[in-house]
């Protein structure tokens, strides 16, 4: 069973940054699509971003720009880099590994982390 554990969510201002990460327990991590969903209260999960085993990304448009996935295999963690920050961006956000590909749906990937709570005060 793939655990995955996300960590870096907090309180910010408008306009400012946080970094999240997702570390994996799969020795074959390198092989995962990872994706980054978020959900606020009230709503349903949304994609955010995407990256493939070849580190293609792929980004909702609400955040094209201001938001970079990335990975590092030799440490088994995505990360999500969030710059610019509003407070519609507040959210529970998830990291999810699927064994295919950077899909933005959800019902496509496999595991799913716990969450970690944004909140962007204005």
């Known amino acids: 069973q793939v655990q995955l554990v996300e960590s870096g969510g907090g309180l910010v201002q408008a306009g400012g940054s946080l970094r999240l990460s997702c570390g994996c327990s799969?020795?074959?991590?390198?092989?995962?699509?990872m994706g980054w969903f978020r959900q606020a209260p009230g709503e349903e999960r949304e994609f955010v971003a995407a990256?493939?085993?070849?580190?293609?990304?792929t980004y909702a448009d609400s955040v094209k720009g201001r938001f970079t996935i990335s990975r590092d295999n030799a440490k088994n963690t995505v990360y999500l880099q969030m710059n610019s920050l509003r407070p519609e961006d507040t959210a529970v956000y998830y990291c999810?590994?699927?064994?295919?590909?950077?899909?933005?749906?959800?019902?496509?990937?496999?595991?799913w982390g716990q969450g970690t709570q944004v909140t962007v005060s204005s």
């Open positions: 999810a590994a699927d064994r295919q590909l950077a899909s933005t749906r959800a019902t496509e990937y496999d595991y």
């Open positions: 990256i493939s085993w070849r580190y293609f990304t």
């Open positions: 799969s020795r074959t991590f390198s092989s995962y699509a």
